[in-house]
């Protein structure tokens, strides 16, 4: 490692620790990462972004802290060394090899997670997915709060960015209609938010950590479906411990694809591609 002086001195401003040296670190789609060894002995990761978003960094941190919360039985999340509007530090978590055992661990983890809950279905702040902003409102029910808060906010930009055509549109629209009678009824669950598997790092010390989220509290099902979506190693080990840990309820692998038409719609917004046609297929299962 070698010491990059205008990251080090950032880093130092915000930690109030010397920076011994820095090193850059590959694989962030949006921020800049480096890694940083402090004078203390700690080892950190910090991400920048130049002219951030306003609140960019300080909602992920507050979203890690509140999945934090959780940690002691629930799923592990980095320390959050220090914040502001245009960076973040976290405890480093060296990666490791993923193994069966881990994840089941890690689905009685989520599991875990997920029942520390929260009052109502949102968050108290807004947040970010990407780089997009990410309403958390609250509302009283699930299909109201996944309508209005997460499908149709994001078709309508999909949309206004030429990347979602009327078919589709019209599609995803008739599935919203029927939410309410589509989703069964549960307390709200402390949900990741953006839970692919990029966001699921396997550590050295056997443990699956989760970074970078989009937290807020939602129906558990988003969370699995997320997973699904995209593949994880193990990803069945993982499911069945946590339905073993929480039983879900019947049908919840039907629901999946419900479930996906909001990563998708993101997907559409950021990327275009054929991702808001694969979105109005997915709600066609439920027509």
């Not at 909001?262 to 591609?273: M, N, Y």
Request: overall charge negative.
């Amino acid at each position: 490692m070698t010491r990059q002086p205008l990251v080090a001195r950032r880093a130092e401003e915000l930690l109030g620790t010397s920076v011994i040296a820095t090193a850059p670190v590959a694989g962030g789609d949006i921020a800049t990462a480096t890694r940083l060894r402090l004078s203390d002995g700690t080892t950190a990761l910090m991400k920048t972004l130049p002219h951030a978003p306003d609140e960019f960094f300080t909602a992920e941190a507050d979203g890690l802290r509140w999945l934090g919360e959780a940690a002691a039985t629930g799923a592990q999340v980095p320390e959050v060394l220090g914040a502001d509007h245009e960076c973040l530090i976290i405890r480093w978590v060296e990666p490791g090899k993923n193994s069966v055992d881990a994840a089941a661990a890690f689905g009685r983890e989520l599991a875990a997670t997920h029942a520390a809950g929260a009052e109502s279905f949102g968050r108290e702040r807004d947040g970010y997915i990407g780089r997009l902003p990410l309403p958390n409102r609250p509302a009283d029910t699930w299909a109201e709060f996944y309508a209005v808060r997460r499908v149709l906010p994001y078709l309508k930009l999909a949309r206004d960015r030429g990347h979602a055509d009327d078919a589709d549109a019209t599609t995803i629209e008739a599935v919203v209609a029927k939410l309410a009678d589509l989703v069964p009824a549960e307390p709200p669950a402390r949900l990741h938010g953006d839970l692919w598997n990029g966001n699921v790092l396997w550590g050295l010390d056997g443990r699956v950590w989760l970074i970078d989220p989009a937290a807020y509290a939602g129906h558990r099902e988003v969370d699995l479906a997320m997973l699904s979506l995209f593949g994880l190693p193990h990803l069945p080990r993982v499911l069945d411990a946590y339905h073993e840990a929480a039983p879900l309820a019947d049908g919840w692998q039907d629901r999946a694809a419900l479930h996906q038409i909001f990563p998708l719609l993101v997907h559409a917004c950021h990327f275009g591609g054929g991702y808001a046609a694969r979105a109005a297929q997915a709600a066609a299962t439920y027509l």
